[in-house]
């Protein structure tokens, strides 16, 4: 198994010390640092601890030896792509922390601006939550196992306004919903 700890802290902008103090209890940087580096074992309570700070599950921490990790090797900039100074594992939706569940929507046919094949992660907030998500994509629960899906337009009361991606499509209305899930990415294949 390959030790994920330095590439997720980083991809998350903390330094060892700032993970060791988000821990709980807190720890030392050099704890952390002998943790990445292998110098120490990852017990389970380690993986607990350190997935906790990062806001992550535990076994994302780890990955096997034998699948090779899909490495994010340059950046697109206005000028063109620009090599990264070194190569990082690049982490796939399920690894980007957050608060809400990670739901995925399904794209079955070419609707608005999306494509058959596509495939888009949406993060479940609280109902209370949706001011956040105003203007945005959504995925709504409707009674009966449906669902609404549009761009979030109007939040009045329990009342949540939805304009679907289609053109001419009207405007759905769906009382006191469950859960809102925003938008996060887009994954299309080329």
Not at 117 to 127: F, K, N, S, V
Not at 132 to 147: C, E, K, Q, S, T
Not at 156 to 182: F, R, T
Request: proline share 8%; glycine share 8%; charged share 25%.
């Amino acid at each position: 198994m390959i030790n994920r700890i330095r590439d997720i802290r980083k991809s998350k902008g903390l330094t060892l010390a700032e993970l060791a103090e988000a821990c709980t209890p807190p720890t030392t940087p050099q704890t952390i640092g002998r943790l990445e580096t292998g110098m120490r074992s990852l017990s389970l309570k380690w993986m607990d601890r350190i997935a906790a700070a990062l806001d992550i599950d535990p076994e994302m921490l780890v990955r096997s030896e034998e699948t090779p990790a899909p490495m994010v090797v340059a950046s697109l900039r206005a000028a063109g792509p620009e090599a990264l100074a070194k190569p990082r594992e690049a982490l796939l939706p399920s690894d980007i922390a957050g608060e809400g569940a990670l739901t995925v929507l399904s794209v079955a046919e070419s609707v608005g601006e999306f494509r058959p094949g596509d495939l888009l992660w949406l993060r479940q907030l609280a109902p209370q939550d949706a001011a956040h998500a105003i203007n945005r994509d959504v995925l709504v629960p409707r009674p009966g196992g449906r669902f609404a899906f549009g761009r979030l337009i109007d939040r009045q009361g329990e009342l949540v306004g939805i304009l679907p991606p289609g053109s001419g499509q009207k405007q759905q209305v769906v009382d006191n919903p469950a859960w809102i899930a925003v938008a996060e990415m887009l994954v299309r294949k080329l």
